[in-house]
Structure formats: C-alpha cells, structure tokens
C-alpha cells in the first residue's frame, strides 16, 4: 500500500520568503510527526499530532514555524520568514496509536534550502 | 528527558564482515526503534524491538532492557547495506529520540 508521501521533495526558496511543506501519512494512521535533519545529525523533533489536535510542540524553534491537519489526516508545516538557518531535510513520520509501541513510517523528506 | 548514544560513530568495513552497530539510552522504555536511513534517501524502519531479539534476513536486532543497551548486527555485509543506522527511543508520551546514528560504509 502508500507509505507516508511527502511534497515537495525539493523546495528551494529566498530568506524571508513563506513555504509549506505537506505530509500525507498512511491511511489510518492517527498518530503524525514532523521532525528536522541537518547534514550528519539525526532526526530533531518539532511537533506531533495525535488526530487533528497537536499534542506535543515544544520542538518548533519559534514562532516563526506553525503546523496544523485539520482534518486529521494531511498536516501542512508553515515557515514563515524563512532563514538560512532553516535549511534541512524535514521528515514526517506516521503511526497507529494502539495500546502499546507501533512501528514508525517515514516520508522520504522535503529538502528546503534557503539562499 | 531519555538522552540516546550509539556506537561507532563511522563505520567502514569489507563486503562479508560481519558489523555491530550498539546504542544506549538513559530511560527506561517500552519499544525500541532500529531505522535506515540512505544517503539522500527517506528512513526506512528495521526492527521494533522490546525484548530478546528479531531477526529479519541478514539483519539482527538485540535488546537488553536491563543494562539499556541495544544492538543491530549485520551478517554477510554488502555494498548495498551502507547506510546511516539509528536508533530512536520514546521520549515523553508518543513522541521519540533518535540517536547520532551509525554511518556505515561497506567496501566490495
């Protein structure tokens, strides 16, 4: 079946500039996840939904980063004024929430770089 | 806050050895993630893990949830297995914490 799709798969933007990266998790799956990877390092967590709600995010840097999925499928990560700074691969992930631990799915990434 | 090691940090070995990557964690936990991660490629999971240990093909997962202490083995290396390794633990809730990673090159 689909596994997590994640577009674009490049963004290339100007600083300041707004973009939006979209996640669409396995069907189903009501537990979704953003993280961010910098060249060498492993994946650092933003935000993650359970359902339509954020649950947890305490990982996005600053105002500056805003995510949503309201309709507890899609979710949509917001940058606005983007910084160099900013520049990673941001992965999504997916899950079921069940009684105990469930495996993770993972998007291939979006790779934003700010110039 | 669980804080993840692992173990080496670079990796460089001949097709056919056999390689173990370890991780430790600082927190006691319910699951344990071992993942893939190509070079310009997505994470693929490798094994869940919350005790004993699994197998799946060429690839070995260990756990021992006493000492906090996890392994991934590779038998029979190959090329194709270069790759960066993590391992990912539950922080708090549902949320997770992946280790350094282990980037593993394997020369024909």
């Known amino acids: 079946g689909a596994g997590v799709s994640q577009t674009p798969s490049n963004k290339v933007t100007e600083k300041g500039k707004y973009v939006e990266l979209r996640c669409d998790p396995i069907s189903g799956h009501t537990a979704l996840y953003w993280y961010r990877q910098s060249l060498g390092q492993g994946p650092e967590f933003l935000i993650y939904f359970q359902g339509t709600g954020a649950a947890d995010d305490s990982g996005l840097p600053n105002d500056r980063f805003f995510a949503v999925r309201p309709e507890g499928s899609v979710s949509t990560l917001k940058i606005q004024r983007t910084e160099r700074g900013d520049s990673a691969v941001y992965l999504c992930?997916?899950?079921?929430?069940?009684?105990?631990?469930?495996?993770?799915?993972f998007g291939n990434g979006t790779r934003l770089t700010v110039t | 806050k669980n804080e993840v090691e692992q173990s080496p940090q670079n990796l460089t070995a001949q097709e056919g050895e056999f390689i173990t990557i370890n991780c430790s964690y600082s927190?006691?936990?319910?699951?344990l993630h071992w993942l893939q991660q190509h070079p310009g490629g997505g994470i693929v999971s490798l094994f869940m893990l919350s005790s004993g240990k699994k197998k799946h093909g060429r690839l070995i997962a260990t756990i021992n949830i006493q000492e906090k202490h996890s392994s991934l083995h590779i038998t029979a290396s190959h090329p194709r297995d270069s790759a960066v390794y993590i391992c990912a633990v539950p922080a708090d809730g549902q949320n997770f914490v992946f280790g350094p990673g282990t980037r593993l090159s394997v020369l024909p």
């Open positions: 927190v006691g936990i319910s699951a």
């Open positions: 992930a997916s899950s079921l929430l069940g009684q105990g631990p469930t495996p993770l799915h």
